[in-house]
């Protein structure tokens, strides 16, 4: 069963970066698809990049577009997402997500979780 686990978060200024990254245990030809979700307190979880580990196709959503970038090193079975120019309103436990194909952000669509870490964006 795949396992993941991220890790990364920390407290940080607005303007600042962070860098998550996602240990993915198996990393087999299932579960291509690895997504990168954020959800703060009282609001829904919110999938805001996705990539596809074979063919390398990304997606963004439009609240990070331009400031967060979704990659991986496959030799190293990690994803990242590396974040610029934080805002306060990015403040949220962000969670890596893997499934067997690409299609949406909906977190129902997603197999696997790891458990969270904490990006805190003071201003």
């Known amino acids: 069963q795949e396992q993941l686990a991220e890790s990364g978060g920390d407290s940080v200024q607005a303007g600042g970066s962070l860098r998550l990254s996602c240990k993915v245990s198996l990393w087999t030809i299932k579960n291509i698809c690895m997504g990168w979700f954020r959800q703060a307190p009282g609001k829904e979880r919110e999938g805001i990049a996705v990539?596809?580990?074979?063919?390398?196709?990304?997606y963004v959503s439009d609240s990070v577009k331009g400031r967060f970038t979704i990659s991986q090193d496959s030799a190293k079975h990690m994803v990242y997402l590396q974040m610029n120019s934080l805002k306060p309103e990015d403040t949220s436990t962000y969670y890596c997500a893997a499934a067997r194909q690409c299609g949406d952000t909906i977190p129902a669509s997603f197999d696997y979780w790891g458990q969270g870490t904490q990006v805190t964006v003071s201003s």
């Open positions: 990539r596809n580990r074979r063919s390398g196709s990304t």
